[in-house]
Nanobody, 125 residues
Framework: QVQLVESGGGLVQAGGSLRLSCTASGRTLNNYRMGWFRQAPGQGREFVATINFSGSSTLYADSVKGRFTISKDNVKNSVYLQMNSLKPEDTAVYYC??????????????????WGQGTQVTVSS
């Protein structure tokens, strides 16, 4: 079974950048599509970005398009989320998730089977 561990969260001023990492253990990520989701206090889990198993195709939420970049390194068994031009509304706990490889990308959290524990991102104004 794959286990996911996120890191890289923290406190940053608006306009700043952070890079989140999600490293897998227990199994290679070669056969998994990966996603990043976030959850702000009192809100539901929100789709942020997803990438296919090979890393050749990506999909983003409109709210982060042009600011965030998802990438996947199958050699390092990791997925990353580069976050630039951060805004206070990006404040949330960020989760990475894995789902079995498929011919399309999925925004729905229910299509992902394995989740990390989350990492807090706080953007101050």
């Amino acid at each position: 079974q794959v286990q996911l561990v996120e890191s890289g969260g923290g406190l940053v001023q608006a306009g700043g950048s952070l890079r989140l990492s999600c490293t897998a253990s227990g199994r290679t990520l070669n056969n998994y599509r990966m996603g990043w989701f976030r959850q702000a206090p009192g809100q539901g889990r929100e789709f942020v970005a997803t990438i296919n198993f090979s890393g050749s195709s990506t999909l983003y939420a409109d709210s982060v398009k042009g600011r965030f970049t998802i990438s996947k390194d199958n050699v390092k068994n990791s997925v990353y989320l580069q976050m630039n031009s951060l805004k206070p509304e990006d404040t949330a706990v960020y989760y990475c998730a894995a789902g079995p490889a498929a011919y399309r990308l999925y925004r729905s959290a229910t299509s992902y089977d394995i989740w990390g524990q989350g990492t807090q991102v706080t953007v101050s104004s």
